[in-house]
């Protein structure tokens, strides 16, 4: 269901040249986030920004940022503005708003992210940013080489905060935290309030705006969710046979499936499954951690222009994507953690889109799933799974199992054959039994001692 914004952007004193750039990108009202967070990072206070993902939070802080710098000059290896990001992915996409949204002011930006050579960025550092996007690790790896100082840093902003903790970011960011101005702005925004984002956020911000637009980890309504509850067959065969339900339910949607993103847990899988549906002629490609930059760049842009209809991610994928028109989600696993499925599904039914996001739940991921639905407050739907069972088959017998059957097998089959004793059980030509050596007692044995004397 779309939203009536009351706000206008020309409304909020943003710089002119920023509302050109907003105007020609298509956009007149700004979302609850940016309504809120914008008017309050124009006034210099710093900002704590809870919302779920998809919400327009990189747009709340780039154009109060953006205004707020367009007036002064960076100095050589001294940022003016820093805006950390959990993943390449999400800094790529930082830097491409700021692109946007910055297009009619000479401002500058770096972009230090892994995949890309050192010499390059200290190149773009040494003339002097006003926009510094970073990974955490990255920019210490700068810093800890002498290339760049954050003693100019004015305004600093730590973007998806909670992936940062999931990530174990969270002692860099303290450290980042330390290099910077006391007297910093401070931009802070997460999807949700863990424990430890809460103590990070009353050390290092000051009398903060609080800005929270929806409930801690909620899914949008604009989102059709369902779940098929597997069962599968032998456990050699399981795997293939979740592969064939995952590809009947993308059957089933039909033209309604555009693009899908699909979800795996582990990045093994990710790749067996965008294999596996290249090999029945899907569209598909996969994007992970362990993938070269220029190769997730690559198939990031191909699935955001519609060359390429499915996408098979692990969780990096999960935040930040900026592919405003997804129409499903299949969570191909059930994820560990009831927030990254909220985070997951949220990547379609955007911007007041509908979407659809369908999973596929074995048994052993009842209990997650059961977790999700309770920190959702809402029980999925059940959806038939579209691929019929097999039919059961008697269980084949375990190799030790079967040595010892077939050995006693064996055994009573000797029994049968062997006589039980030397010519016992044998009878001769006219039918008579056969006295062998045992069977016939001598009388001169049957004899006692004083019997044999006697005689």
Do not use: W
Not at 158 to 171: H, K, N, S
Request: proline content about 5%.
């Amino acid at each position: 269901m779309n939203r009536t914004y009351m706000t206008k952007f020309n409304e909020l004193n943003l710089n002119p040249k920023v509302l050109k750039a907003i105007e020609e990108a298509g956009y007149e009202s700004p979302t609850p986030i940016q309504e809120g967070a914008i008017p309050a990072a124009l006034e210099g206070r710093d900002v704590l920004g809870i919302a779920q993902t998809g919400t327009g939070k990189t747009a709340s802080f780039t154009l109060p940022m953006i205004t707020l710098l367009a007036r002064g000059r960076a100095r050589a290896r001294m940022p003016r503005s820093l805006v950390l990001c959990p993943t390449r992915e999400l800094a790529a996409q930082v830097a491409e708003n700021f692109d946007t949204y910055a297009k009619h002011l000479k401002l500058t930006k770096a972009l230090l992210i892994g995949g890309v050579s050192f010499k390059e960025q200290d190149a773009l550092i040494d003339r002097g940013v006003d926009v510094l996007i970073a990974t955490p690790g990255r920019l210490l790896d700068h810093f800890e080489r002498g290339k760049l100082l954050l003693t100019g840093v004015q305004i600093m902003v730590v973007d998806e905060a909670d992936r940062m903790l999931d990530m174990g970011f969270i002692p860099d960011i303290e450290r980042i935290f330390s290099l910077t101005p006391f007297t910093r702005q401070t931009l802070f925004f997460s999807a949700t309030m863990a424990p430890e984002i809460e103590r990070i956020t009353d050390t290092f911000l000051s009398a903060p705006t609080r800005v929270e637009v929806a409930r801690q980890a909620t899914a949008s309504e604009t989102i059709e969710q369902g779940v098929v509850m597997f069962k599968g067959g032998r456990r050699d065969r399981e795997a293939s046979q979740k592969r064939k339900t995952l590809r009947a339910l993308i059957d089933a949607e039909g033209d309604k499936c555009t693009n899908a993103i699909i979800f795996c847990n582990r990045k093994t899988d990710v790749d067996i499954c965008a294999k596996s549906l290249k090999k029945y002629g899907y569209d598909a490609a996969a994007i992970h951690g362990d993938l070269d930059q220029s190769q997730r760049m690559k198939t990031l842009d191909g699935f955001r222009d519609g060359t390429l209809r499915l996408l098979v991610a692990s969780d990096v994928a999960a935040r930040g994507l900026d592919v405003p028109s997804v129409s499903h989600v299949f969570n191909f696993d059930v994820p560990g953690h009831p927030e990254d499925y909220v985070h997951r599904i949220g990547r379609t039914g955007r911007a007041g889109r509908e979407g659809k996001a369908i999973t596929i739940c074995s048994g052993r991921d009842e209990k997650a799933l059961t977790a999700i639905e309770s920190l959702i407050q809402k029980e999925i739907p059940r959806i038939d799974n579209p691929v019929k069972a097999d039919e059961p088959k008697p269980e084949a017998p375990k190799p030790e199992k079967k040595a010892r059957e077939s050995e006693s097998r064996k055994s009573e089959s000797r029994k049968d054959r062997e006589p039980k004793g030397r010519g016992r059980g044998r009878r001769d030509d006219n039918g008579r039994p056969v006295v062998g050596m045992g069977d016939h007692l001598p009388n001169f044995i049957a004899l006692s001692f004083d019997e044999r004397r006697a005689g």
